[in-house]
């Protein structure tokens, strides 16, 4: 392979793909637990995962890190970097949400406390998820990251995957309110048009080749397995009776594995650097430059 052409950076490889797979849904469904806890659902299991899941995410950033007892200078860069903003939201998210699993939960059965942390953490965990979006954003060497049309689609995955999670912990916890799974399929349909636009603005504005080719081959999968499985599942759980709620497990795990599976792709797989372009061919002596080139490009 000629080294013009764009080649995959090596330094986000699973464990970044981690901190926005953990982030994501953690934060989606902080979100979603905050708007099913007003019906009634039961919040301190979903706090409490999605609380975990944030804190793999985490995890997994730490363990990426090249010194990582150097960790703490990730703080030092707010009024630059989005990783350092998407820090200090974690300090602040992670233990508030316990506050509120604690408050919500069978021992202590504080409602003032809980509602009030509840609400404080969905806000939190939305600011979360959009830093997510904008740190890859920002990574402007990498082209199939730095679109802005990917940033509706981290956000609108992060959600789906919530969803997701809120009809797992629902089965399991004490049913929810019926617009779970209504809510799982708008979702779905939402990350599927996110997705596809993202893919035909990515191709129209130029993109290298190869990550094209990555996001392109795995869109089959990702659009079967992650958005039309999940979407006939939840239809059939509203009319199987008993079935029903582990029909809507496993839509809930076929929307989470198909975010989860997209985020990887995008993160670990398409993200092929720029690569080297000339804007126009050098001649010898006297006469007229030639056209630029830019290997490895769709244009």
């Not at 013009?4 to 849904?25: C, H, K």
């Not at 069978?106 to 806000?123: R, S």
């Not at 089965?171 to 636009?197: I, T």
């Amino acid at each position: 392979m000629s080294r013009n052409e764009p080649w995959l950076q090596t330094n986000w490889d699973w464990r970044a793909a981690g901190n926005f797979i953990g982030g994501g849904s953690g934060t989606g469904l902080a979100i979603l637990a905050a708007l099913a806890s007003i019906q009634g659902t039961v919040y301190w299991p979903m706090g409490l995962i999605g609380a975990v899941l944030v804190g793999i995410g985490l995890f997994c950033v730490w363990l990426e890190i090249g010194r990582p007892w150097r960790a703490l200078h990730v703080f030092f860069h707010p009024q630059t970097s989005w990783m350092t903003r998407e820090a200090f939201v974690s300090a602040l998210l992670l233990p508030v949400t316990l506050l509120a699993v604690v408050a919500a939960g069978p021992f202590l059965a504080m409602p003032t406390l809980a509602m009030g942390a509840i609400w404080a953490a969905a806000v939190l965990a939305a600011i979360y998820l959009f830093c997510q979006a904008r740190i890859l954003h920002a990574s402007k060497g990498i082209p199939a990251w730095r679109h802005p049309s990917l940033m509706p689609v981290i956000i609108v995955t992060g959600l789906a995957e919530g969803a997701g999670f809120l009809l797992i912990s629902a089965a399991f916890f004490g049913g929810g309110p019926a617009w779970m799974q209504v809510l799982l399929v708008v979702l779905l349909l939402g990350r599927w048009l996110a997705w596809r636009k993202y893919l035909a603005d990515l191709t129209q504005t130029g993109a290298p080749n190869k990550a094209l080719a990555v996001l392109h081959e795995a869109t089959p999968l990702i659009n079967i397995g992650g958005h039309i499985v999940p979407t006939v599942l939840v239809v059939l759980s509203l009319f199987t009776g008993d079935f029903g709620p582990w029909l809507a497990v496993l839509a809930g795990l076929t929307a989470i594995a198909g975010g989860w599976q997209l985020k990887f792709v995008v993160i670990a797989r398409a993200a092929f650097n720029q690569g080297f372009a000339l804007p126009l061919t050098p001649v010898r002596g006297t006469g007229q430059a030639g056209p630029g080139d830019k290997p490895g490009w769709n244009n």
